[in-house]
């Protein structure tokens, strides 16, 4: 069983959905929680990172955490054609020179 | 945030030869750079995470006979494909950690495509 899981879709939507992006994961020492969002052919970027179950709210970008269900999810409002790249989930489990452990990427596509 | 540049940006090479790819750390000091290899369509794999001033860790089924990493400075690592074969051909991304507040952020270059003929 692979430690964090998600869906590698590909996901199309258009233009304004609300677009839900999910990872779980079975590790209990996972901590912190990251998405990155990676366009084709460059390196990933951080969208957002959170340590604490709840949400955290960065404009249209909201990440979710339960800690109790080991489940993280990813929400963005009013999707934008420029939101249309493969999003990771990542985590880690300490704080100094912490290794990430990716989910597998979800494509996502957002139609004008 | 932080900014990595890696260099070369792609690269064909010849099989048998080898590549060296650099990773540096622009406007910060990294104590630590990980090296990943993605394949089309497929997250990252952790190859190796490199410390400034000593040997890099491998991740198992990583040859770090044939994946040289050197981390010779706080802002500069090194990682060399030895005599590269194709199946070598990868995206190769390596990424540089700052201390925030909470945790160790990691900021990704913009990678370097390998194909070897």
């Given at each position: 069983q692979?430690e964090?899981?998600?869906?590698?879709?590909?996901?199309?939507?258009?233009?304004?959905a609300?677009?839900?992006?999910?990872?779980?994961y079975?590790?209990?020492?996972?901590?912190?929680?990251?998405?990155?969002r990676?366009?084709?052919?460059?390196g990933?970027?951080?969208l957002?990172?959170t340590?604490?179950?709840?949400?955290?709210e960065?404009?249209r970008?909201?990440?979710?955490v339960?800690?109790s269900?080991?489940?993280?999810?990813?929400f963005?409002r009013?999707?934008q054609p420029?939101?249309s790249?493969t999003?990771?989930?990542?985590?880690?489990?300490?704080?100094s020179?912490s290794?990430?452990?990716f989910?597998?990427?979800t494509?996502l596509?957002v139609n004008? | 945030?932080?900014?990595?540049?890696?260099?070369?940006?792609?690269?064909?090479c010849?099989?048998?030869?080898?590549?060296?790819i650099?990773c540096?750390s622009?406007?910060?000091q990294?104590?630590?750079?990980?090296?990943y290899r993605q394949?089309?369509?497929?997250s990252l794999?952790?190859m190796a995470?490199s410390?400034?001033g000593?040997k890099?860790?491998?991740e198992?089924?990583v040859?770090?006979?044939k994946?040289?990493?050197?981390h010779a400075?706080?802002t500069l690592?090194t990682l060399?494909?030895?005599?590269?074969?194709?199946e070598?051909s990868?995206?190769?991304?390596?990424?540089?950690?700052?201390r925030?507040?909470?945790?160790?952020?990691?900021?990704?270059?913009?990678g370097t495509r390998?194909?070897?003929?």
């Open positions: 692979k964090v899981e998600q869906d590698p879709g590909p996901l199309s939507v258009p233009e304004g609300i677009v839900s992006l999910n990872c779980t079975s590790n209990s020492a996972f901590q912190y929680f990251m998405w990155y990676q366009y084709s052919r460059k990933p970027e951080l957002m990172y340590y604490s179950s709840g949400n955290k960065d404009g970008f909201t990440a979710q339960d800690k269900s080991k489940y993280i999810s990813l963005i009013d999707s420029s939101d790249a999003y990771l989930c990542a985590m880690s489990g300490k704080t020179g290794r990430l452990t989910g597998e990427g494509q596509t004008p | 945030g932080a900014v990595v540049s890696q260099h070369p940006s792609w690269v064909i010849k099989s048998g030869t080898s590549v060296k650099e540096r622009l406007d910060f990294a104590t630590t750079m990980f090296w394949f089309p369509k497929q794999m952790l995470t410390n400034e000593s890099a860790t491998y198992q089924g040859e770090k006979d994946f040289l990493i050197n400075s706080l690592s060399t494909v030895t005599s590269a074969h194709p070598d990868s995206f190769y991304i390596c990424s540089a950690g700052e925030d507040i909470y945790i160790d952020e990691q900021f990704f270059g913009p390998l194909t070897v003929l």
